[in-house]
């Protein structure tokens, strides 16, 4: 069955609301993809207006910025170590926006969307 992103059928108050027109194709949203761990994989999205949108499914490297020295380095993810998204995402390595990485100059916080911008960014953390 489809995700369907349109407007419920009930108030705030719990009342019922006539529509009157019925679901619209542009209204299917899709299933929720987790990017983990793993060799570099995307996954092209057509949007809206012709537009397109990438998800990283696997992700390898991360552009991981050292406030420090101001600068971004391609480095690679050796583990998920928190996500207050939730705790069973630390046990699967999915990485999303929060997600404290381990990186091989050290622990990271993910600042990009990964199932929406394509790319994995971090600001060092130490």
């Known amino acids: ?25 542009f209204e ?17 999205y057509r949007t809206r207006g012709g537009h397109h949108k990438s998800v990283v499914l696997q992700a390898e490297y991360a552009n991981v910025m050292d406030t ?16 207050p998204a939730d705790p069973n995402y630390v046990q699967r390595s999915i990485v999303n926006r929060g997600a404290t990485i381990e ?13 929406q911008d394509g790319t994995v960014n971090a600001v060092l953390t130490q």
């Not at 299933?31 to 570099?40: A, M, V």
Request: glycine share 12%.
């Open 103 to 115: 990186t091989e100059i050290g622990l990271a916080k993910v600042t990009s969307r990964p199932g």
């Open 68 to 83: 420090k020295t101001s600068t971004v380095k391609k480095v690679k993810i050796l583990n998920v170590k928190v996500n």
């Open 28 to 44: 299917i949203g899709r299933e929720k993809q987790f990017t983990r761990i793993g060799k570099q994989s995307l996954k092209q």
């Open 1 to 25: 069955m489809a995700i369907w992103q349109g407007k419920s059928n009930r108030k705030p108050t719990g009342g019922r609301i006539a529509n009157s027109a019925g679901k619209k194709k």
